[in-house]
C-alpha cells in the first residue's frame, strides 16, 4: 500500500548516540524504549541497539512489555510502572522484571513472587515514582537487581542535582542491589558521577540534545518527510489555508503537503515551521489543516505532485519554534506515518 507520509530513520545515528551516552557516562548504558522507542518503534530500537552490545531495556506497562516480544538472547527489560493489582498474572507470566515503585507493590512482589528478583525504585525528591526515604526498609528481603532513582531537574543547573545524588548515594549503600542507576539522558551529561552502574538513556537515543554538553554529539533520528498533493500558484492579494491567515504579497508558488495536525504537525508550527528539499527551504504558509500545509516552493521550481519533502524536525531547533518539547514532538507523531529505517 502506498503511504504518502514517512519517518525516515537513521539507524546509524541511533547506535552513534548510544555509543557517545555510554562513553560519556563512563558506566553500562541501557535504552528506554517506552512509549514504543518514543515513536519509532520499540521492537526496531531494541534489535538495533542490542545489535551493538546493549543489554538493558525500559518499557512503562506490561503491555509494551508483551507488545516488544522475545528480546534478543541475553537482554533484560524493566517494567517502570511496577506490578499494580491488575499486573499479577501479566508479570508473573513475563521474564521482565518489575521496577517496585510503592509499599502496596513491594507487599504484593514478595506474597506473590518470594524470593523473584525485582528491581525498586526510591524516591529521592521528584514526588513522582518511588519508595519514600521514610519507606526504603520495607524493601529488605527483596532480591534486587537494579535499585533505581530519577532526576527531576537534570535538564538545568539546579541545585537540585547534587542534592539527589546525595540522598541515592546513601539510599544505595543501605539497600542491598546487584546494581544502581540514577541518570536518565540530561543526568548522564553532569558527569560520570551520576553514572553509577547502569544509565537509562531516552530522548538522546532519539536525536534530541538535553544539555549543551550534548550539543554536536547528538545525531538526528528521526525525519519527517511528505508527500507534495498539488503545486498551485497563489497569485497577490489571495490568501491560503483556514482563517486566511496569510496573504501573498507577490505571485507564490506553493505546494500542498500530505501532513497536519494528525499527523503529530501541529498547529503551533504556523510561522515557525518549514521543510526542506534538496538543500532549498520551503517556509510554511498559513495554517495547520488536520491532514494537509502548504509550504513556498517558489525557489524549488521542479518540484511537483508525487514529490517527498522533508519536514524541519531537528529536535532541538523544531521544539524552539513550536514551543513544545522534544519529548512532545517525537511521540506526538501519528501512526499515519510509516516508519522505514535505513
Excluded at 501479566?90 to 515503585?101: D, G, K, T, W, Y
Excluded at 560520570?192 to 534530541?208: E, I, K, N, S, T
Amino acid at each position: 500500500m502506498h503511504h504518502a507520509l514517512r519517518l525516515r530513520l537513521d539507524s546509524t545515528a541511533l547506535v552513534a548516540n548510544w555509543r557517545w551516552l555510554q562513553r560519556v557516562s563512563g558506566t553500562r548504558a541501557g535504552a528506554a524504549v517506552k512509549a514504543d522507542g518514543y515513536g519509532l518503534g520499540a521492537r526496531a530500537v531494541v534489535r538495533l541497539l542490542a545489535g551493538v552490545g546493549c543489554r538493558d531495556f525500559f518499557v512503562s506497562s506490561w503491555a509494551e512489555a508483551e507488545a516488544l516480544g522475545a528480546l534478543p538472547e541475553g537482554a533484560g527489560l524493566s517494567v517502570l510502572h511496577g506490578v499494580g493489582p491488575d499486573d499479577v498474572a501479566a508479570a508473573l507470566a513475563s521474564e521482565a522484571r518489575p521496577v517496585l515503585n510503592t509499599p502496596g507493590q513491594v507487599a504484593r512482589w514478595k506474597e506473590i513472587a518470594p524470593g523473584r528478583v525485582c528491581d525498586v525504585m526510591v524516591d529521592t525528591g521528584m514526588n513522582r515514582l518511588g519508595l519514600r526515604m521514610d519507606e526504603v526498609r520495607l524493601a529488605d528481603g527483596l532480591t534486587i537487581d537494579t535499585l533505581m532513582s530519577h532526576l527531576a531537574c537534570a535538564d538545568e543547573d539546579s541545585a537540585m542535582n547534587a542534592a539527589q545524588l546525595e540522598q541515592f548515594r546513601a539510599v544505595a549503600d543501605a539497600i542491598p542491589a546487584q546494581r544502581r542507576s540514577l541518570a536518565n539522558s540530561a543526568g548522564i551529561c553532569l558527569g560520570p558521577d551520576y553514572g553509577f552502574d547502569l544509565v537509562r538513556p531516552g530522548l538522546a537515543l532519539y536525536g534530541g540534545v538535553p544539555r549543551a554538553e550534548a550539543e554536536g554529539r547528538i545525531a538526528q533520528v528521526a525525519f519527517p518527510e511528505a508527500e507534495v498533493m498539488q503545486r498551485r500558484t497563489v497569485k497577490a492579494g489571495e490568501t491560503i489555508g483556514y482563517g486566511a491567515t496569510w496573504t501573498a504579497a507577490r505571485d507564490t508558488e506553493a505546494a500542498i503537503l500530505n501532513i497536519g495536525y494528525a499527523d503529530g504537525y501541529l498547529r503551533c508550527f504556523a510561522g515557525n515551521g518549514g521543510a526542506c528539499v534538496g538543500g532549498i527551504a520551503l517556509p510554511l504558509l498559513g495554517r495547520v489543516s488536520m491532514d494537509l500545509v502548504a509550504v513556498d516552493c517558489s525557489r524549488a521550481s521542479s518540484l511537483g505532485e508525487g514529490d517527498w519533502v522533508t519536514m524541519d524536525y531537528a529536535l532541538p531547533e523544531a521544539a524552539a519554534a513550536s514551543g513544545l518539547s522534544q519529548y512532545e514532538l517525537l511521540t506526538g507523531l501519528s501512526q499515519r506515518l510509516e516508519r522505514v529505517w535505513f
